[in-house]
């Protein structure tokens, strides 16, 4: 490699971009823009589906508790939908939404019930019966007291199952790069077809640093939301 | 509700089936090499989280290898194996592959080793049983549920990453896909992801029952004719396993 290099350096600049690396602070700092706009994508993508999927979760893990027959039919179609691989549920999708941000965000939200449904009922279903039936004492009862007294005590259980249904998502949001709506998996599909390795090697490392964060940040919300287990989780 | 449709009429059209790039060929390819990585991958995380069980040792990685596994994406790992020298060989999508199943497997086998019961463990200790009586005798027929869980689960993982093995031209199902989106043929996309959706769904039903068909507890059960308990249940969290 180290041939007399002014001829070279002359004709050809010699940078980590031109010597294909894998790790290349040239490409963040030429790339910038692109980059920030796959990671806008990305977080956008993810906060949705991930809310979306929690509400509809909820509602269907009290529908599930109200009636009996239901939580089989619920929790077995939500799992069935998780088998399904993210390519073949994308284009599933596509006659009803098309290319657009909607199938990757219905996609994901669809991915999202089965864990985000299951980590519900295990929190709802774990709170003690003296518990409950003390608080319909005092007067709680329906919305009220799945608001201040069954939500807060399963706090732990459906925020278990949010930080898992958030590391998936944003995971898969990648494969929304089929239709062209996959934040940071279009920068890697762009790479991939172009044998660009920085691009790829980036876009692939701020993905894992997206999940680790989103994780962080989910567990740090939940102490916030549970002072009095503070002390006791270790 | 046509898309669908026309799904359909492309998957029952008998053309669409033959040749080298047909349903068929690419049906062998998927279920092939998702067969190879699966026992690849119960060739490595068996002995280990079986092992790190057994000595009650190693738990953090065996736990944590799971979390790690959910936030890498797949198709980053894909793309950058196709990027080594190995290239469009069928070795990248199997690598790819077992790199998926090992943590669900591993994690699994660990946690099922370590939830058996430790009045049994000790019960066995106290007969004279040596260590490895105890994994082979005891702790590996209790912990046979949740070791199963741990394979289905990987089972479905990796028949579904073997689809995404067409982004980096690879072999199996997902080619039809990305082919039909390459000629912006509607009809094949849908057909595509229908067949595809419908092996993932046998998979899953065909492990479940493989998962309750092994159970030595379960068949000794029945074999005493008392009611069955449902023990397939598994206990991690991450566990995707129909209520049946």
């Known amino acids: 490699m180290a041939l007399s290099g002014p001829v070279h350096t002359a004709t050809l600049t010699d940078n980590c971009l031109v010597r294909n690396d894998w790790v290349c602070g040239e490409y963040l700092r030429t790339r910038r823009d692109d980059i920030t706009d796959a990671l806008v994508q ?15 979760a909820l509602v269907l893990a009290v529908v599930a508790r109200r009636v009996r027959w239901l939580r089989g039919a619920i929790l077995g179609t939500s799992t069935a939908l998780y088998t399904i691989p993210s390519l073949a549920m994308f284009s599933l999708l596509l006659p009803f939404t098309g290319i657009t941000t909607s199938t990757v965000v219905v996609g994901l939200v669809l991915y999202s019930l089965t864990i985000l449904v299951r980590g519900i009922l295990t929190g709802l279903d774990a ?14 009862d329906g919305l ?64 894992v640093v997206l999940a680790l964060v989103a994780d962080a940040l989910l567990l740090g919300l939940q102490r916030w939301l549970t002072p009095w287990r503070r002390t006791v989780t270790a | 509700m046509n898309g669908l449709l026309d799904g359909l009429a492309w998957l029952f059209d008998g053309d669409n089936w033959s040749g080298p790039t047909g349903v068929g060929t690419r049906l062998v390819e998927h279920v092939w090499i998702s067969g190879v990585s699966v026992l690849l991958a119960c060739l490595v995380a068996l002995p280990i989280g079986l092992w790190l069980g057994h000595l009650g040792r190693g738990g953090t990685l065996a736990i944590n290898i799971s979390n790690i596994g959910r936030a890498v994406p797949t198709f980053a790992i894909l793309a950058m194996l196709y990027m080594t020298p190995l290239g469009l060989s069928n070795w990248t999508t199997i690598i790819a592959l077992v790199l998926f199943g090992i943590p669900p ?20 200790r106290g007969m004279g049983m040596s260590g490895t009586q105890l994994l082979r005798g005891v702790e590996l027929p209790l912990a046979v549920p949740l070791i199963m869980g741990g394979i289905r689960l990987a089972t479905v993982q990796i028949v579904a990453t073997a689809t995404l093995a067409a982004v980096i031209s690879g072999p199996g199902l997902g080619r039809i896909i990305t082919s039909g989106f390459g000629r912006q043929d509607t009809p094949q ?16 039903g065909m492990m479940a029952w493989l998962q309750r068909a092994v159970d030595p507890m379960r068949r000794a059960r029945r074999r005493r004719s008392r009611p069955d308990r449902d023990r397939g249940m598994p206990l991690v969290q991450d566990e995707v396993v129909s209520g049946a």
């Open chain 1, 127 to 140: 709170v003690p019966d003296d518990v409950r039936e003390a608080a319909v004492g005092m007067g709680y």
């Open chain 1, 144 to 207: 009220r007291l799945l608001r201040k007294v069954e939500l807060p005590l399963a706090v732990p259980a459906i925020f278990a199952a949010l930080r898992v249904a958030t590391v998936s998502t944003v995971a898969l949001t990648t494969i929304g790069m089929i239709v062209n709506h996959g934040g940071l998996g279009n920068l890697i599909n762009r790479g991939l077809s172009s044998n660009f390795h920085a691009e790829v090697l980036t876009a692939s490392v701020l993905c």
């Open chain 2, 189 to 204: 996309i849908i057909g595509g992801a229908i067949i595809v959706g419908l092996l993932a769904l046998s998979v899953e």
């Open chain 1, 42 to 56: 990305h977080i956008y993508i993810t906060v949705i589906s991930v809310v979306i999927g929690f509400v509809v």
């Open chain 2, 105 to 124: 497997i591993l994690t699994n086998a660990y946690v099922g080793m370590r939830e058996v019961d430790r009045d049994a463990v000790e019960a066995a």
